[in-house]
């Protein structure tokens, strides 16, 4: 069961995205996926079409480089083990999983051609696509499959959910999974695109060390080319690369590699990445501050892509410190008051939403508002109480955040000075991208910590039900997994998701702040580009 994502209000099937004007932002809610600012406008690198033949004739030419700016160095270019969005949006164009999501968010087979389950719901057969090949000139066989899964089996948290299972060879072009427990998501669960199950060369993944891979090789439309730390990420189209079957949808279908480079360029400064996009160094920009999003929506050179994905969240180090007091950590839910919080992230109140869910708020099975009385509370009074029974002495309660997400770091601020408001001693440190979440996984090294997490096919993937995410270990949350996963029915599944969600809250264990939509800004004109979990590029071709 997935969790229900309303689509954008286009037809991804055409590539004219329909306008939707500014007056009308206000009436957006959380389900809208997709807000587009349209205009036409010529591309960024000059009008050629007075020397250009094809141009003459009325025929559209296209550049052979795609750049994007993107907010961070990626600190990994192995999906398998980091929890990042900027690994897995670049990762998911070097490598592929045996399944991934369509449009629909269904579980499609990409890699694999097809599969069957037993009887008992125990042993799945995968059968593999023949004539695939990696970017070093090898065939994928079964060989690299097994080494991959199993691998991904143990370095992946979102793996954890099927522990205990093997992939095993039966042929050059067939593989078995064996779960210890039959359960209906496990298609699923191999599909997500969270930490995804990237297809590695048996060689690279054996030769993975305990900080993953070392060499860089996929089946994907895009080959790594080049990657200088903290400053690009150069792609270039693979020559041999085979295409699932199927029409382009969400993460499955055509890949074309449309365009022949793809740079991934580094740019933490906000306002260069937003005069870059205005000169045409940029054909697109991830992550537009939003700051600047009333001003771009108005400049008919670009568009806008507006997307709802996500929660913004506040996470509690519940093992070690200060924190581990629970009735402290309830004084920092008593004290916070989201609206603020959301407002210094995001800048404009049409850009996020107020609710305690970890799903999205209209998704029929998984929207929840359990522990809703432990959210947004705004009661610096009841705080204090709460700090005085806890027998709170002062001791520094560390916030660790990032300057290179505006988001995360502003809104970081923001909670520092309502814990203040309310007698903690906070603190905050801040570090470059890579080193936060260095940080951020180790529990000497923080107290809080806020991240934008995108929505989950499943609940039970969330990073805050992970040990390795902020540490949480409780018999409840092991408890309440089991409970979503073996229930009979969707009701009995989405009343055991309720439970967990509100021991979430009561523990302490962390808190949504709200729910955030990310802006892409691009060139007007731009062809091909989708969005689900990531921005999609594969397709994207941008004119002249």
């Known amino acids: 069961m997935a969790c229900d994502f309303e689509m954008p209000l286009y037809d991804r099937k055409d590539d004219d995205m329909r306008r939707i004007s500014l007056t009308r932002i206000a009436a957006l809610t959380l389900s809208i996926a997709m807000l587009l600012t349209a205009c036409s406008a010529p591309g960024a690198g000059g009008d050629s079409k007075g020397s250009d ?5 009325g025929e559209t030419t296209y550049k052979t480089e795609l750049n994007v700016a993107i907010n961070a160095n990626p600190p990994s270019m192995d999906p398998h083990g980091i929890n990042s969005n900027t690994v897995g949006g670049i990762g998911m164009h070097i490598y592929e999983p045996l399944f991934s999501l369509n449009a629909n968010y269904e579980p499609v087979p990409v890699l694999a051609e097809g599969y069957t389950v037993s009887d008992d719901g125990l042993v799945y ?34 793996a954890q959910l099927i522990a205990g299972s093997t992939f095993a060879k039966v042929d050059d072009y067939t593989v078995t999974l064996t779960v210890p427990q039959a359960s209906s998501d496990i298609i699923m669960v191999l599909a997500a695109p969270i930490q995804f199950a990237a297809i590695y060369p048996q060689s690279v993944a054996e030769a993975a060390g305990p900080d993953g891979i070392s060499e860089y090789i996929g089946t994907g439309p895009y080959e790594l080319a080049e990657w200088k730390q903290d400053q690009y990420v150069k792609l270039t189209r693979f020559a041999d690369y085979q295409s699932p079957e199927g029409e382009a949808s969400g993460l499955v279908g055509e890949k074309s590699a449309a365009t022949e480079t793809i740079y991934f360029r580094v740019v933490a400064d906000n306002s260069t990445q937003i005069a870059g996009l205005q000169t ?66 995001y800048g404009d109140p ?27 509370q705004n009661d610096p009074d009841k705080a204090k109480e709460l700090l005085e029974q806890a027998g709170y002495d002062g001791e520094p309660i560390v916030l660790v955040t990032t300057p290179d997400y505006s988001e995360m770091y502003n809104a970081t601020l923001v909670v520092q000075e309502q814990l203040k408001q309310a007698g903690f001693n906070a603190e905050v440190e801040q570090y470059d991208f890579s080193t936060f979440m260095e940080h951020r996984s ?103």
């Open 280 to 345: 045409g160094q940029y054909d697109i920009v991830e992550g537009v501050p939003l700051e600047y999003y009333e001003d771009l929506s108005s400049d008919n050179n670009l568009e806008l892509v507006v997307e709802t994905g996500g929660t913004l969240n506040l996470f509690f180090n519940t093992t070690q410190g200060p924190l581990a007091n629970e009735t402290l950590r309830q004084a920092v839910l008593a004290a916070l008051n989201c609206d603020d919080i959301l407002l210094a992230a």
């Open 350 to 376: 049409n850009l996020y939403t107020l609710d305690p869910g970890w799903c999205p708020p209209d998704d029929a099975v998984w929207g929840s508002e359990a522990g809703s009385e432990y959210y947004n």
């Open 53 to 57: 033949p094809a141009a003459n004739s």
């Open 125 to 158: 057969t995968i059968t593999l696509r023949q004539g695939v090949k990696f970017h070093n000139g090898q065939e994928m066989t079964a060989d690299d499959v097994v080494a991959s899964m199993n691998l991904w089996l143990e370095r992946c948290s979102k």
């Open 442 to 544: 180790n529990p000497d090294q923080y107290d809080l910590f806020i991240t934008s997490n995108s929505y989950n096919p499943l609940p039970v993937q969330l990073s805050v039900l992970s040990q390795d995410w902020a540490g949480l270990s409780a018999p409840e949350v092991t408890e309440g997994i089991a409970a979503i996963r073996g229930a009979a029915t969707t009701e009995e599944a989405s009343a055991a998701w309720d439970e967990l969600q509100g021991f979430l809250y009561e523990y302490g264990a962390a808190t949504v702040l709200g729910h955030y939509t990310g802006v892409y800004g691009m060139q007007a004109g731009v062809e091909g580009f989708d969005y689900m979990r990531y921005p999609i590029y594969w397709n994207v071709k941008v004119p002249e």
